[in-house]
């Protein structure tokens, strides 16, 4: 279905919304995506830059291309969608991006299901977390472990309390508003069907299809549709 006219009586009606959310939803502010043609993996392998694999191998080019992105990013300003979603004060927001736009937009409910890059935290586990430097690689005065952005790179864990906080939100969500995400990582993509099966309508703003098969998929930029949703 792409109807928009149902997704929003379906927003409307709404008493527990939630929204998911992946790198489509900032691209309209001018950060790169990770899968798209000119996304993030298009040149830099995972493997080797997000994963602690790749951090072990070389911490210095890790740091050093974080650090990058951290001020590529730095002037960037939340766009339309995330003005659109932070007007939602009841809703909760489950997202999978690092950048902290949301909050700028004025977001309260806002779980960070991979991290953020405003901080960094010891790799050794120690607890020891700090406003991100930008200096390069440095370790933690606790413990002397390697200092990393507080992020979740492939094979790690995401932070429990976080997961239980959006898993209760899916299961009790009436709708699910999913925007600009792939969703193909785990755990955070399964999140969808978990709403789903536990009875939640999902509408899907996306430049590509997912083709989920359930509910309303729009297909085009959140920074346009999701204003209109809300009007
Ligand atoms: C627009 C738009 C516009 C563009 N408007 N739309 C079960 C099955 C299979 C695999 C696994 C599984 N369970 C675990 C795994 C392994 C792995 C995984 O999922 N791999 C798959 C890729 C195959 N998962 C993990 O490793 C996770 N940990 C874990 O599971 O721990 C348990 C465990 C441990 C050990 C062994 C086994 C299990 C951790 C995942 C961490 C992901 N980290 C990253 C990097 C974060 C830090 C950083 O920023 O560098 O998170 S990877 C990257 O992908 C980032 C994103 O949050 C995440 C999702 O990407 P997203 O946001 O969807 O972006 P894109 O680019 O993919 O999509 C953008 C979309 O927007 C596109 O569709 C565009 O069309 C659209 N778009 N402009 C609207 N204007």
Same mark, same amino acid.
């Given at each position: 279905m792409t109807d928009i006219s149902t997704a929003k009586a379906w927003l409307a009606e709404a008493r527990h919304p939630v929204?998911?959310?992946?790198?489509?939803? /900032? =691209?309209? /502010?001018?950060? =790169?995506?990770?899968?798209? *043609?000119?996304?993030?993996? !298009?040149?830099?392998d995972p493997e080797q830059m997000a994963s602690p694999h790749g951090f072990s191998s070389d911490p210095e080019r890790v740091v050093a291309w974080y650090n990058a992105r951290r001020r590529a990013n730095e002037g960037a300003k939340p766009n *339309? !969608? +995330?003005? !659109?979603?932070?007007s939602q004060s009841h809703m909760i927001h489950i997202t999978q991006n690092v950048d902290g736009l949301l909050e700028a937009a004025g977001a309260t409910n806002v779980l960070h299901l991979h991290g953020?890059?405003?901080?960094?935290?010891? +790799? !050794?586990g120690c607890g020891y977390a700090v406003? =991100?430097?930008?200096?390069?690689?440095? +370790?933690? *005065?606790?413990?002397?472990g390697a200092m990393r952005p507080d992020v979740v790179w492939f094979g790690e864990m995401l932070a429990g309390s976080?997961?239980?906080a959006a898993e209760t939100a899916a299961y009790g969500a009436d709708v699910m508003l999913v925007v600009?995400?792939?969703?193909?990582v785990y755990p955070a993509a399964g999140l969808i069907e978990m709403a789903y099966r536990s009875g939640a309508k999902i509408v899907v703003v996306n430049q590509e299809p997912l083709d989920l098969g359930v509910g309303v998929e729009l297909i085009g930029n959140a920074g346009d549709i999701l204003p209109d949703l809300f009007t």
């Open positions: 929204s998911f959310s992946g790198a489509g939803l /900032s =691209a309209e /502010s001018g950060i =790169a995506t990770f899968r798209d *043609p000119d996304g993030v993996w !298009a040149e830099i *339309p !969608a +995330h003005l !659109a979603l932070s953020t890059l405003t901080r960094d935290r010891c +790799h !050794a406003a =991100a430097t930008k200096t390069g690689l440095y +370790h933690c *005065p606790e413990c002397g976080v997961v239980r600009g995400t792939s969703a193909v």
